[in-house]
Nanobody, 127 residues
Framework: QVQLIESGGGLVQAGGSLRLSCAAS????????MAWFRQAPGKEREFVAA????????VYADSVKGRFTISRDNAKNTVYLQMNSLNPEDTAVYYC????????????????????WGQGTQVTVSS
């Protein structure tokens, strides 16, 4: 059993920054591929960013590339999403997800391959 708990969401003005954290329980965290997804009201859940089990590979959605950075600290069982230059289109509930398997780079954006999900944290960007 793996539990993921997101934190760091909140209200921020356009152009500002937030840092999301995802704390994971479990003894196999270091072998998990981790990702962030988000879902805005009336929209389907979309991929944001992912990081490989080793931290050596990352992938980003085009909409956030250059603005967001995903990282992990396996010693702390924590994944981070640094979000800079936020705009109102980034407003959504952000979900942390984990896969217990190593994923191909091309598969890291597929939500169906992630078996564990957090409850989500709200990010609201005002204009």
């Amino acid at each position: 059993q793996v539990q993921l708990i997101e934190s760091g969401g909140g209200l921020v003005q356009a152009g500002g920054s937030l840092r999301l954290s995802c704390a994971a329980s479990g003894r196999t965290f270091s072998s998990y591929t981790m990702a962030w997804f988000r879902q805005a009201p009336g929209k389907e859940r979309e991929f944001v960013a992912a990081i490989s089990w080793s931290g050596g590979n990352t992938v980003y959605a085009d909409s956030v590339k250059g603005r967001f950075t995903i990282s992990r600290d396996n010693a702390k069982n924590t994944v981070y999403l640094q979000m800079n230059s936020l705009n109102p289109e980034d407003t959504a509930v952000y979900y942390c997800a984990a896969s217990s398997h190593r994923l191909l780079y091309s598969d890291m954006s597929r939500p169906a391959l992630y078996g564990y999900w957090g409850q989500g944290t709200q990010v609201t960007v005002s204009s």
